[in-house]
């Protein structure tokens, strides 16, 4: 299940005693997502947690290591980190990060990340990140000295384009995506699978992780009408021509109606906005109908390669009881489809 701070803690229970396996804590201008874990650490004894993702330009990898540290530790051994380079106009508008060359940052980005996790001492010359910054001259390399829990976090990367895919399945241990129909799953863990081969490794315990926004009722038509405002805004952010989900939107065969959402989002009409994503690029690429239906389209992802399914409750117009409701009925589905088991 996919969360943020907004009933975290009520969510994030109700899921573990319905035995949901992770957390997902997402990262953006709604909340971050260290501060949600470390809530849902405390409250809960089994269920693992996740950064969904944590984005890279928001901290020095140093920083991303020691929080991964400290949640897992909180956790007793429970965490996973997730990483993502974030959409282009957020990293420079919000962060003030230039996006330039983001597949290089990002394996240096995970090699510092790793090595901390390591607890060996941190020294590290690369293009983009250099640790120490001074050189030989800024004395003993310094290195995590929170006490380890269990074995090393595992490493997930968000990706969306193929370059981006093949980098994942060559450094990380999990991909996770969004907006993801079965057949894109399908595609990207082909992708996936061709990184992994040039380290001489297999789909073997690599984790494929699509985050799916889901809204359960008897109408489809209703179901996608909760979930607009949602994909709107994140359409919505910067230019459309950078937006990765706009981009995503033209390759499916939405390119004009990927635009006019970015124009009506820049203009300050949401509502419009929202009614102009279109209903079959929901339903596409999220989970929305009935039990049964949803139940299918589980199997179906399943069959794609997904080994995990993130159910993103935090994307429907509703109230925290809407979205127990969601948790609970999304299990349902899961036990009917026979992709769990």
Not at 91 to 105: A, H, I, M, N, Q
């Amino acid at each position: 299940m996919n969360l943020t701070y907004q009933g975290a803690s009520e969510l994030a229970v109700a899921a573990e005693r319905f035995g949901y396996d992770v957390a997902f804590a997402p990262e953006g201008y709604r909340s971050d997502a260290a501060s949600v874990l470390g809530m849902v650490a405390g409250r809960t004894d089994r269920i693992g947690l996740a950064s969904g993702v944590m984005q890279i330009p928001a901290r020095p990898p140093g920083l991303a290591a020691l929080t991964a540290a400290t949640l897992n530790s909180l956790s007793a051994g429970r965490f996973r980190l997730g990483l993502g380079v974030s959409n282009p106009d957020v990293s420079d508008g919000w962060y003030g990060v230039p996006f330039d060359r983001p597949l290089e940052r990002t394996r240096e980005y995970v090699e510092i990340v790793r090595m901390a996790l390591s607890g060996e001492p941190v020294v590290y010359a690369g293009e983009h990140y250099q640790l120490p910054s001074s050189g030989s001259a800024g004395g003993a390399p310094l290195h995590v000295i929170t006490e380890p829990a269990g074995a090393l976090v595992p490493v997930y990367l968000g990706a969306v384009g193929p370059r981006n895919l093949q980098l994942a399945g060559e450094i990380a241990d999990g991909w996770i995506g969004v907006f993801a129909a079965p057949e894109q799953v399908a595609e990207s863990v082909e992708r996936i699978a061709a990184g992994r081969a040039l380290r001489g490794s297999t789909m073997a315990g690599f984790e494929v992780i699509p985050c799916l926004a889901t809204s359960v009722g008897e109408s489809v038509e209703g179901c996608v009408d909760l979930l607009r405002a949602h994909y709107a805004h994140l359409m919505g952010i910067g230019d459309p021509a950078r937006n990765f989900y706009c981009k995503l939107a033209a390759r499916l065969g939405w390119p004009q109606d990927a635009q006019e959402v970015s124009l009506r989002v820049r203009a300050g009409d949401r509502a419009g906005a929202a009614a102009a994503v279109p209903t079959d690029f929901v339903d596409q690429t999220s989970l929305v109908g009935p039990v049964d239906r949803i139940a299918e389209r589980m199997a179906a992802y399943a069959e794609a390669g997904v080994t995990t399914l993130s159910i993103m409750i935090s994307a429907v117009a509703t109230d925290l009881t809407g979205r127990l409701a969601i948790l609970e009925q999304a299990m349902a589905a899961l036990e009917k489809s026979g992709a769990g088991s």
